[in-house]
């Protein structure tokens, strides 16, 4: 009795001391190994069997690899089934680093595999872009796994699973996906580029860079080999995602302040997007997590976690605001950054679940996400900016169109302008110069000879008003660049040629330095006015003196244009365009305009401009 007790004690102690093992059966797809292996830290390799007292049992699922030491991770796996079985081993994270597997059969090392996302794919072990290794397990036999892993300065979280090779044709399909996705995406970003360089504006900036930086982030997640390049920069070892993500949030926000116009429309809300715009600079200058690992090996999960909830917290602000300029300012054109802003959401909160643990991090399932979210996350705002900008250019195309019909009108106007003065000047001028014409055939028949030299001294200076008047009007016409001080000029000169061809005296008075900042139109009308006011003064004032005087005082230009001739009434209507013609040209180009006459007093005209 006492010899059985002692058998079954030493059996149950025996059971204690075993070491666990993973049993593979038939039907196994995929396990967690972690669960019931072992961990250690040195530079040696040490087999279990010989130093079980250098190795530490691991409770957890996950391994936590720190920086600056090197670790190993040991558990025994055993084939119960018939046949051999060929795994993968999944390190379940793309930035798990440079890792060596070994693998040993009855003592002795049968194979050494090492990949790594800071190993070149020529020196992995195996092509696979999902850094795997491939672990076969003969039928019956017992196998020790053994993990060496090295990190510089970052530490990290990895779940080591053993997935059935069977299924290995889901690598190629995601590595068909990503490429998909990644290819759509650079299209997209060089479009953005393309975009802002024909249309430039801060909006498009920020968009374009935006596309980019979700598009080098992409990339570093795909496990496409790109972390090798920035694993050869130590502010960046293998951080290149979480710098990069920084960055396209940065963007993203700053687009978002700018489409909304937080600075004017939601102070407060730009002061914090503004505030967590430098919170995003900092982590992608300082790599975020290069030191913090040193602290505490939950520092990075704790921080990130953190990082995550900011961005939901702006994310859910941006989103309100996109809703609000849908449903309240009637935009419907922003429904598309409502939807940019869900994805979003739900893509952030996905990645909060699996830091958390809430959902188990695979591998594929993240790097699905990544090709199905972040490519509509650039390809919605690029619909976007197309379509502000189709309309942009269709408001364009109006206002070219009202300009050109404004433009058609304008020298409808002026052809009529001209005609009606060749009609009312030069028309007039031309029949007197025929009826003086035959008056003085009547006269030389008569040998009426002073009459007939009066006759001909009227046809004279009929016909150089005739010019006068036709080359002011091919002067009007080429006058679209002239300068104000130009315009007086001309009138001065016609103002004394006009007075000139009616023997009446002139007095002449214009300041110095006149200026104004109105366009060649309103010139025009200024001329044309006081062109009005000096025939009025000389063909109808029967006056001497023609005065025309201007000058500029505070910005004011003031002219005068007087006579002393017979005058007139000016509460009394009279028939005729001229005067209304003045008033119309005064009130088109915002001049104040006055008269000052009684009869047999002469007329003062004021132009205050």
Request: charged share 15%; net charge positive; proline share 2%.
């Amino acid at each position: 009795m006492r010899k059985c007790i002692l058998t079954i004690l030493l059996h149950i102690g025996a059971c204690a001391m075993a070491q666990p093992v993973i049993l593979i059966d038939s039907n196994l797809q995929s396990i967690n190994i972690s669960k019931q292996g072992y961990v250690r830290t040195g530079n040696d390799f040490l087999p279990f069997d010989k130093f079980k007292e250098s190795w530490l049992a691991l409770a957890s699922d996950k391994l936590y690899w720190l920086p600056n030491n090197t670790q190993w991770f040991y558990c025994k796996l055993k084939n119960n089934a018939c046949k051999s079985r060929v795994f993968k081993l999944w390190l379940n994270n793309v930035q798990a680093g440079v890792t060596q597997m070994y693998l040993v059969r009855n003592g002795v090392i049968d194979s050494s595999q090492k990949t790594g996302s800071l190993l070149g794919p020529k020196q992995r072990s195996t092509g696979d872009r999902l850094l795997s290794m491939q672990v076969v397990l003969n039928a019956g036999e017992e196998t020790g796994l053994y993990l060496k892993s090295f990190r510089r300065q970052i530490g990290i979280t990895v779940s080591p699973m053993l997935y059935n090779v069977m299924n290995d044709n889901i690598n190629e399909r995601l590595d068909n996906w990503m490429i998909f996705g990644l290819s759509f995406m650079l299209i997209i970003s060089i479009t953005a580029l393309s975009i802002y360089f024909s249309f430039p504006s801060k909006e498009l900036f920020w968009f374009a860079a935006y596309s980019f930086a979700v598009l080098f982030y992409s990339i570093a997640v795909s496990g496409f080999g790109s972390l090798y390049i920035w694993g050869s920069f130590p502010l960046f070892e293998e951080n290149a995602a979480v710098f990069l993500g920084s960055l396209a949030s940065v963007c993203l926000f700053q687009l978002s302040r700018l489409l909304f116009n937080t600075a004017q429309a939601h102070k407060k809300t730009d002061r914090f997007l503004g505030l967590f715009n430098v919170a995003n600079i900092v982590v992608a200058a300082l790599g975020f997590n290069m030191l913090i690992n040193y602290f505490s090996i939950h520092t990075f999960t704790i921080l990130l976690l953190l990082l995550y909830l900011l961005q939901i917290v702006g994310y859910v602000v941006i989103f309100i605001l996109a809703l609000a300029a849908v449903f309240v300012q009637k935009r419907k054109e922003f429904i598309l950054i409502a939807i940019l802003f869900g994805i979003i959401l739900i893509a952030v909160n996905i990645l909060i679940l699996q830091e958390t643990g809430a959902i188990p991090f695979d591998y594929r399932f993240h790097s699905y996400m990544v090709s199905f979210s972040l490519f509509p996350q650039t390809l919605i705002p690029l619909l976007f900016f197309v379509k502000r900008i189709e309309k942009q250019l269709q408001q364009k195309g109006e206002q070219i169109m009202q300009e050109r019909l404004m433009a058609e009108s304008n020298i409808l106007n002026e052809r009529i302008r001209l005609g009606r003065e060749l009609h009312d000047d030069i028309g007039g001028t031309m029949s007197g110069i025929k009826l003086y014409s035959h008056l003085a055939g009547s006269q030389l028949d008569a040998g009426n000879s002073k009459a007939l030299s009066q006759s001909l001294q009227t046809i004279q200076q009929s016909a150089e008003e005739m010019i006068l008047r036709i080359n002011d009007q091919v002067w009007l016409m080429q006058s679209n660049s002239n300068t104000l001080e130009q315009v007086l000029q001309h009138l001065v000169e016609y103002a004394g040629k006009m007075a000139f061809s009616k023997n009446m005296d002139i007095k002449i008075s214009v300041g110095q330095n006149i200026t104004s900042e109105d366009d060649s139109k309103t010139h025009k009308n200024l001329y044309l006015l006081c062109k009005e006011a000096i025939n009025n003064a000389v063909k109808y004032s029967e006056g001497s003196m023609l005065i025309f005087e201007a000058w500029q005082q505070e910005g004011v230009l003031q002219i005068i244009i007087a006579d002393n001739g017979k005058g007139f009434d000016t509460g009394k209507e009279y028939p005729g365009n001229g005067l209304k013609n003045m008033k119309q040209r005064a009130q088109e180009i915002e001049a104040k305009l006055t008269f000052e006459s009684s009869p047999m007093t002469g007329t003062k005209l004021v132009i205050l401009k």
